[in-house]
């Protein structure tokens, strides 16, 4: 059995609870330790403060050696394909290869009202996301290089709606076994 935990980071995490955390679940064997990528509390705490999530990552990166660490997930509505490419590149190099990247279309309309993020029709939304999954069909060319570093990796486990959607989007070239309509015999 994988253990992971996922902190709703949003929710007033502080910077020592963060490593306390981490670092915590690192020494129990945890597989992974991920966060959310909000800008503020979805509990409607508007007091609550909130850290950027890839910077956050960036510095547990430097805290930790054994653990994975990623998003569950960004939008790609909050960073432009190649800046959250790189973000992700980053932090890959920082931990040592570490890093998973979970995508995702964005759903909170306020919050992206908030922050000045443009919030598109569902459709737009999911197209920005395969778009975004994939190198290949980008039409910003620093987006195809940056984002080739970063394939994206589905994980079979992840059959709830929400994350099923982010496989659907990246299906197609994210690994051999799994379509559009999801696993194939291969790996069920």
Request: hydrophobic share 35%; glycine share 10%.
């Amino acid at each position: 059995m994988r253990v992971c935990l996922m902190l709703e980071g949003q929710e007033g995490v502080t910077w020592e609870e963060w490593v306390a955390a981490a670092q915590t679940s690192e020494r129990l064997g945890f597989e992974a330790i991920f966060t959310s990528d909000h800008y503020f509390s979805v509990q409607g705490g508007r007091d609550r403060g909130s850290s950027d999530a890839w910077t956050n990552l960036a510095g547990l990166a430097a805290v930790t050696s054994t653990i994975r660490l990623g998003t569950l997930v960004s939008p790609i509505t909050f960073r432009e394909p190649a800046v959250l490419a790189k973000a992700a590149v980053t932090v890959d190099r920082i931990s040592g290869g570490r890093v998973d990247l979970g995508m995702g279309a964005g759903w909170w309309e306020e919050e992206h009202r908030t922050h000045g993020f443009p919030f598109p029709p569902v459709a737009e939304r999911f197209d920005r996301l395969s778009t975004g999954c994939s190198p290949r069909t980008s039409s910003r060319s620093r987006a195809r290089t940056i984002g080739s570093r970063v394939r994206p990796s589905p994980r079979k486990e992840y059959n709830g709606r929400t994350y099923r959607s982010s496989l659907v989007a990246t299906a197609d070239h994210a690994s051999p076994g799994w379509s559009r309509d999801g696993p194939t015999s291969s790996t069920r």
